[in-house]
């Protein structure tokens, strides 16, 4: 368990970049890491559904979850994102560079066991989410 490389981009995120993202930031950190017993979690973003993307996806993906529409609350990352802007807004950096650092030097904080509940909770989450017809859950 842990973070792959952070990649920040400024250009628009398409699927061109979506596949290069993957590809240069974190396959080869997860498959070094989990080997092929990983999964890849995805919301519905066109980017992640486009033709190109499930194709390189098939190939390179070991295992992917089909996730409801209506429910992002479901992804760790989101509370992971959450605590990212939290940790960034007391910064004021002033600079794109100086933003750019400072996610960065947040992201490298993130170790196994402060993203442990993240995962762990996941059970519950799925549970919660099923109860409430795959809708909006408050977690």
């Not at 993307?53 to 993906?61: D, I, R, Y």
Request: charged residues 25%; positive net charge.
């Amino acid at each position: 368990m842990g973070t792959t490389h952070l990649r920040i981009f400024t250009e628009n995120f398409n699927q061109v970049v979506y596949i290069s993202t993957l590809r240069e930031c974190f396959i080869e950190d997860a498959n070094a890491k989990y080997g092929d017993s990983w999964v890849l979690q995805e919301d519905h973003s066109p980017v992640h559904t486009r033709r190109a993307a499930k194709g390189w996806k098939t190939e390179f993906v070991p295992l992917r979850i089909d996730w409801p529409p209506n429910s992002p609350d479901l992804a760790p990352i989101e509370n992971l994102w959450a605590v990212l802007k939290r940790r960034l807004i007391v910064l004021h950096p002033k600079t794109v560079s100086q933003l750019k650092q400072e996610i960065q030097d947040i992201w490298a904080t993130f170790d196994p066991d402060f993203l442990r509940p993240f995962c762990t909770s996941m059970p519950k989450r799925i549970r919660l989410c099923l109860d409430n017809a795959g809708k909006k859950i408050n977690y």
